[in-house]
């Protein structure tokens, strides 16, 4: 008696130390009452599941070329066209999340942190609402430059849906939705 617990060990080591998947039999749902549909195969543990990563040498060219982008922003405006008008607080709220997420956007494709490409569609989005509230608020009259931030408020969204296109789960692989 003696004899079987080692067998058992030595059974239990060497399925432990197999890598290929082993077979499972047909779940009750899909078995229609014969043996010759075959058996359900494990997904294979070695493949590598989850999102297609973006080289980091893509993610940061891209977080410099939104920070790029976001400075280019005020830089090409002219000087204003009449008296400085004071700053409104209703504009508070949308500076503070532009700028903020731009940032946050940029830190995170820099380290290649995957929540890069939704921080640059926040990012995009904020930019969109600089570029739409600055004729409003007096500071300028919409001009050449007004058409300008609004191509790279519009070029930072697309390229962050984009990257996060690019990023979604590979199809037959593992979602990390909600993870």
Known sequence: MTAAPGRLVGLLRRSATRLDPMPMPVPPAEWDGTLSRGVLQL???RRPRGRVRVPRTA???????YALAWIACPAIEPVPNGPEP????WQVPIDLLAIGSIVA???ALW????WGARLGVVAGLGMIAETVTCPGSGH???GWYTWVQAALSLAVLASSVA???FSTPAPGRES????
């Not at 380290?111 to 995957?114: I, L």
């Not at 990390?176 to 993870?179: E, L, P, V």
Request: aromatic content about 6%; hydrophobic content about 40%; overall charge positive.
């Open 111 to 114: 380290v290649g942190s995957r």
């Open 105 to 107: 956007a940029c830190v």
């Open 163 to 165: 990257l996060l296109a």
């Open 176 to 179: 990390y939705a909600g993870r």
């Open 140 to 142: 300028h009259l919409v």
């Open 86 to 89: 004071s700053y409104e607080l």
């Open 59 to 65: 993610s940061r060219v891209i977080g410099t070329v």
């Open 43 to 45: 997904p294979d543990p």
